[in-house]
């Protein structure tokens, strides 16, 4: 697979954490104006989390890093295919790396972008 910003880092954390996050600074006191950042323990980059997802559904996969100016150019051609799920890069201002990780997702079936 063809993936933009493979060696991008990321920090998964599991929804059920954040919201458990989220109702302790509800019920914590003064929690106004305050910033919470929220990661998960494990590290992995892009290119692992495409493959972490691959094994869980069973399925083969090669992940082909790819330059930025190449991944920009997929990102540019992708946007314009029919029937696409995923906001243009343009109308929402996300980075490529944001974007080859809703399209990973959506090549994989994992998520419902969009």
């Known amino acids: 697979m063809p993936l933009a910003r ?14 458990e996050a989220f109702m302790r600074a509800l019920h ?8 919470y950042e929220l990661c998960g323990a494990e590290t992995l980059s892009l290119a692992e ?5 691959a094994r869980a559904r069973q399925l083969r996969c090669h992940v082909l890093a790819m330059p930025d100016a190449l991944g ?16 243009s890069i343009t ?3 996300c980075s490529p790396t944001t974007y080859a990780a809703r399209m990973a997702a959506r090549a994989w079936g994992c998520a419902h972008s969009g």
């Open 6 to 19: 493979a060696s991008t880092r990321f920090a998964p954390i599991h929804v059920g954490d954040v919201a």
């Open 28 to 35: 914590g006191g003064d929690t106004s104006a305050q910033t």
């Open 49 to 53: 989390l495409v493959q972490q997802v």
């Open 72 to 87: 920009w150019l997929q990102a540019a051609v992708l946007e314009f295919l029919p029937e696409s799920r995923c906001p």
């Open 91 to 93: 109308s929402v201002h």
